[in-house]
């Protein structure tokens, strides 16, 4: 599975405003709710449900919030740039601005789900990407970026 497979373009926001977690957790759930067919609240709920287990906040400003849902046929992904930084609990306390969410099919394969989240989180990582998805000024140059990512990673 790539990045490609799991991403569509309208998919990916920028210049996003949100003043919390619950809000910036709310746009990826209307983006999802919009282009995934979707209801945006039981998307939110999930979302929610899953930070109260645990926060998604991975480290260095991104955040990969997950969950699984009914309606889906496949893993799918929602990308956001927040304008200015969230706090998100994340593992280093630092404030997000990068969101990576992926949603599994309710009745999927976990391993799946794991495998996209792990290749999600290994690609974020890394520092050069961070800073070019910071300055990227369209969703298909973030696209791009990722995709490239996968693809020169994977090499």
């Known amino acids: 599975m790539q ?3 799991l991403l569509d373009r309208n998919a990916i926001a920028l210049r996003v405003s949100a003043a919390n ?3 910036a957790l709310a746009v990826i759930a209307e983006i999802a709710g919009r282009n995934l067919g979707l209801d945006a609240g039981e998307v939110l709920s999930a979302l ?3 930070e109260q287990a645990g926060s998604t906040g991975v480290g260095h400003g991104v955040a990969a919030p997950h969950a699984r849902l ?3 046929t496949r893993m799918r992904g929602v990308f956001v740039r927040l304008e200015q930084p969230v706090e998100f609990d994340s593992v280093d306390d630092q404030p997000v601005d990068l969101i990576f969410a992926l949603f599994a099919p309710k ?3 976990g391993v799946e789900h794991l495998r996209a989240l792990a290749r ?3 690609l974020l990582r890394q520092a050069g990407l961070r ?3 910071r300055k990227a000024q369209t969703a298909d140059a973030i696209h791009a970026l990722l995709v490239q990512e996968v ?3 994977a090499a």
Request: no cysteine; aromatic share 0%.
């Open 21 to 23: 977690k619950r809000k």
């Open 107 to 109: 009745d999927g394969s």
């Open 3 to 5: 990045i490609g497979d």
């Open 70 to 72: 009914e309606g889906l």
């Open 151 to 153: 693809r020169s990673s």
């Open 131 to 133: 800073e070019q998805l």
């Open 48 to 50: 929610t449900e899953r």
């Open 120 to 122: 999600v989180s290994r």
